[in-house]
Structures are given as C-alpha cells and as structure tokens.
C-alpha cells in the first residue's frame, strides 16, 4: 500500500511565477491537508480538502489556492511567488480527522 | 494571545535512559493533542494520540500525559535509543474546526 507521494520533491521558481504541487492520499483517506514548514518551525495549516471542497482554510492569502479530484488527489497552487514562500510544503492524507499521515514534502525554493 | 511552546534548545540524553519532551500552550481548548516525529527532511510521522479526557497513553516505549489544567502535555521515551534521534513536534488538535496547530518541535540527541 503506498503512502502519501507528493511531486515534485524539490523546485526553483523566481519571484512573480506561479507553482503548482501535487499531492496523492494514502488508500482509503478521503481528507488532504497542506501545510508549509519554514526551517526550524512547525508546520502551519494552509488549508484541509473533504469531499473536493475546501473546508478549512488558515491565515494564508488568496494567492494560495487549492484543488481536490474526484479519486481525493490535491493541487496546491501558489500565485505570485515571494522570496517568504520558501520552505517545505507537506501534504497529510487522514481518514476524515485524526491523525494525519504525510508526504515527504516538496522543497520549493523561490529566489 | 494564543501559543504552543516546546524546549526550543536541543535535548541531549544518554543512551538508555528516559527522554521527556514537554508542550504547553496557553489559550487554545483542544480536543486531543497529538504527537509526531519528523526526520531531516521528511515528513512528520504520527505516534500517539491523547484525548482531553485520558490522563496517560503509552505505546511500546512511547507514553504521552495529558492535562488539560496545567495546559501541557508530556512525552516519554523510555529506554532511549540513538535511533530515536530525531525533533518530535506536539499538534493541538482542534477538532471543531479540523486544524492541527503545531509547536515548532524539539529536537532530541541520544548519545551512545
């Protein structure tokens, strides 16, 4: 049974691109999660996907956007890339809530 | 206004021994309190757990208090492995409103 995968692994954009990441669930888990890790910090909850619908959002801007696919597979889109978007984004499968079980995260580096 | 703290300072412990990682936070209500471990570079991975009306949780040589008075939390690893090195991140589970709020973690040493 594979776990969560996410694509890609690492990425380079400059400044004013636009990323989009790729995340799919493990078997079974119906609800995806994003979030971004800054080095040295926890993670901080972009927001959560439930039945292709956004249903909880955090303190990120517009910019970033969000898509979730019939087979429960997510799209974290970023607009207008800052130098501040740097860092690890994880995307987190669970069976509707509990505990989460996350990707191995794409390293998105903008300069 | 509302924070999770963790030992923000590496904790250095003897190989064999108990390792006790703290989170307290102040202003939050959760529901459960979870806890995880994170490698250089991967994602963080699920270990325990506790609901805001049990006190202990263990599992293997995992075990994780809860109190919801003091507002804190406790991880232990007993029997401390090097292999257990590693920063071990505590997320507040606010079940009304399907977020996890995390610490930034603590980063824990064994030594041979």
């Known amino acids: 049974d594979a776990g969560v995968t996410q694509s890609p692994t690492h990425l380079i954009k400059t400044r004013g691109q636009q990323v989009t990441l790729r995340c799919s669930p493990k078997s079974g888990h119906d609800t995806v999660s994003w979030y971004q890790q800054a080095l040295g910090q926890g993670p901080q909850f972009i927001f959560q996907?439930?039945?292709?619908?956004?249903?909880q959002r955090g303190n990120f801007p517009d910019r970033f956007s969000g898509h979730q696919f019939p087979n429960y597979s997510s799209e974290l889109n970023v607009n207008a890339l800052l130098l501040g978007d740097s860092a690890l984004y994880l995307c987190?499968?669970?069976?509707?809530?509990?505990?989460?079980?996350f990707g191995p995260g794409t390293r998105l580096t903008v300069t | 206004s509302q924070k999770i703290e963790q030992n923000s300072e590496a904790l250095n412990i003897q190989e064999g021994k108990t390792a006790t990682l703290t989170c307290n936070y102040t202003?939050?209500?959760?529901?459960?309190l979870q806890w995880y471990r994170q490698d250089p570079g991967r994602g963080p991975v699920f270990l325990l757990l506790?609901?805001?009306n049990e006190k202990e949780k263990r599992k293997e040589r995992l075990k994780v208090t809860f109190d919801t008075t003091l507002k804190q939390s406790l991880f232990h690893i007993t029997a401390s492995q090097p292999a257990d090195s590693a920063t071990y991140l505590c997320?507040?589970?606010?079940?009304?409103?399907?977020?996890?709020?995390w610490g930034a973690g603590t980063k824990l040493i064994i030594k041979p």
């Open positions: 202003n939050y209500s959760p529901a459960y």
């Open positions: 997320a507040l589970d606010m079940r009304s409103n399907y977020q996890l709020i």
């Open positions: 987190a499968s669970s069976p509707s809530v509990g505990e989460q079980y």
């Open positions: 506790i609901r805001e």
């Open positions: 996907y439930y039945e292709e619908e956004e249903r």
